[in-house]
C-alpha cells in the first residue's frame, strides 16, 4: 500500500453533481454520482492528506475527511472559497451546473395544457473564479472533441492539470465504478490512462500531482 505522502498537505475536492431548483420539488441536474471525487479524497486521505470534501451526494464512507453537503453551483462555490484558505490543492470532480433557472418558483409549478419556457441564465464558474496559490486541477466530462475541448477549459480556467473524460466510452464518466482518461498539463504534455478503477485513477491523479505542491506553505 501507499505510504503517506500527503501528510500535511490539505486537499479540497468537489463531487457530485448540482441540483439547480426550479421549484419546491423539482431541480435541473445531471447525471453525476459521486464516486469520482469521492475515490479522489478517499485516496488522498489514506495518503495521510487533510480532505475537505464538498458533495451533492451522500458518500459511503467518509471517515477522517471534514464533509460539507451541497446543492447547488452557488453553495458549492461558497463552500469552496470557505475551504480554500489555506489549502495545497483543489481538485474539481464535481459536475457543476452552467445554467439555473432565472426565478425559482415558490409553489410548485402546475401542469398546463401550454407549453412552459425556462428561463435559465448561467451560474459563476467556480475554478475561474477561485484564485489562490494553490494546485488547481479540472475534470472535463465531453462527448467530442475530447482533448480540444478539455485544453480550452485547462485555458479558460487557468488549471495545472485538466483530467479529460471522454463519457461515451464504455466504463467511463458518470456512475461507473471505472474510468478511462487523458491527463493534460499545463505545459501541454499529456498522458493516457488506461481503463481501471475510479479509485486507480485518483491515485495515478494524485502521483501526478505530488510533485506540483509547495513544499512548504505559510499561514
Ligand atoms: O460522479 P461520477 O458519476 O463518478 O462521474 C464523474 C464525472 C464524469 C462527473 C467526473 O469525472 C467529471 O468529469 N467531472 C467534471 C464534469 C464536467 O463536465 O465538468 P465541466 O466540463 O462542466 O467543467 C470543467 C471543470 O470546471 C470541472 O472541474 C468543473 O467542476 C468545473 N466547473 C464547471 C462549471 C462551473 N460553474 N464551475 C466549475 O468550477
Not at 448540482?18 to 453525476?32: A, H, K, M, Q, W
Not at 475527511?65 to 489549502?87: D, H, I, P
Amino acid at each position: 500500500n501507499k505510504k503517506k505522502d500527503l501528510a500535511g498537505k490539505t486537499f479540497v475536492v468537489t463531487t457530485g453533481g448540482t441540483r439547480e431548483p426550479l421549484d419546491p420539488v423539482r431541480f435541473i441536474g445531471n447525471r453525476s454520482s459521486g464516486k469520482m471525487g469521492y475515490a479522489m479524497a478517499a485516496a488522498a486521505r489514506d495518503r495521510g492528506a487533510m480532505v475537505k470534501l464538498i458533495s451533492t451526494v451522500e458518500l459511503p464512507e467518509t471517515a477522517g475527511m471534514e464533509v460539507t453537503r451541497v446543492q447547488t453551483a452557488a453553495e458549492m462555490l461558497a463552500s469552496v472559497k470557505n475551504a480554500v484558505k489555506g489549502a495545497d490543492a483543489l481538485i474539481m470532480a464535481a459536475a457543476v451546473a452552467d445554467f439555473r433557472p432565472s426565478a425559482v418558483a415558490n409553489e410548485k409549478i402546475k401542469k398546463t395544457s401550454a407549453a412552459l419556457d425556462l428561463k435559465l441564465e448561467p451560474t459563476t464558474d467556480i475554478l475561474a473564479e477561485i484564485r489562490g496559490k494553490f494546485v488547481r486541477i479540472g475534470f472535463a466530462a465531453e462527448t467530442s472533441e475530447l482533448i480540444d475541448n478539455a485544453e480550452r477549459k485547462l485555458d479558460a480556467k487557468n488549471l495545472d492539470i485538466i483530467v479529460a473524460n471522454d463519457v461515451t466510452a464504455p466504463g467511463c464518466g458518470f456512475g461507473s465504478d471505472t474510468n478511462k482518461v487523458t491527463l493534460i498539463f499545463r505545459d501541454g504534455h499529456m498522458e493516457d490512462l488506461p481503463l481501471m478503477s475510479k479509485r486507480e485513477v485518483a491515485d495515478a491523479i494524485l502521483d501526478k500531482t505530488m510533485p506540483l505542491l509547495a513544499p512548504r506553505r505559510s499561514g
